[in-house]
């Protein structure tokens, strides 16, 4: 069982920044695959960016540049540095995890809303 519990939500106005974070009840060096998906009213759950089992990132074409992944083992984190917020990029951003079995795990989920 793995727990994720996430922080960093908020209002924020376009061109504006935001900082998520993801901290997993296990170590992140025991975790397969970790990162954020987001889903929007109406729209289904959509990948932001997450790193693979292979340590490299996966990213959606409409954040590359401007969001960058990144994560703490210390503190078994990873972060979300979102950059140029756009009001398209409004959504529920929910922490993901999946463990070498296949398991997958989320978070409760955080609120970005992106307005002026």
Not at 96 to 116: E, H, N, R
Request: aromatic share 10%.
């Amino acid at each position: 069982q793995v727990q994720l519990v996430e922080s960093g939500g908020g209002l924020v106005q376009p061109g504006g920044s935001l900082r998520l974070s993801c901290a997993a009840s296990i170590s992140t060096s025991n975790i397969y695959i970790m990162g954020w998906y987001r889903q929007a009213p109406g729209k289904q759950r959509e990948l932001v960016a997450v790193f693979t089992s292979r340590g490299t990132t996966n990213s959606a074409d409409s954040v590359k540049g401007r969001f960058t992944l990144s994560r703490d083992n210390a503190k078994n984190t990873v972060y979300l540095q979102m950059n140029s917020l756009k009001p398209e990029d409004t959504a529920v951003y929910y922490c993901y995890a999946s463990l070498p079995t296949g398991s997958p795990y989320w978070g409760q989920g955080t609120q970005v809303t992106v307005s002026s």
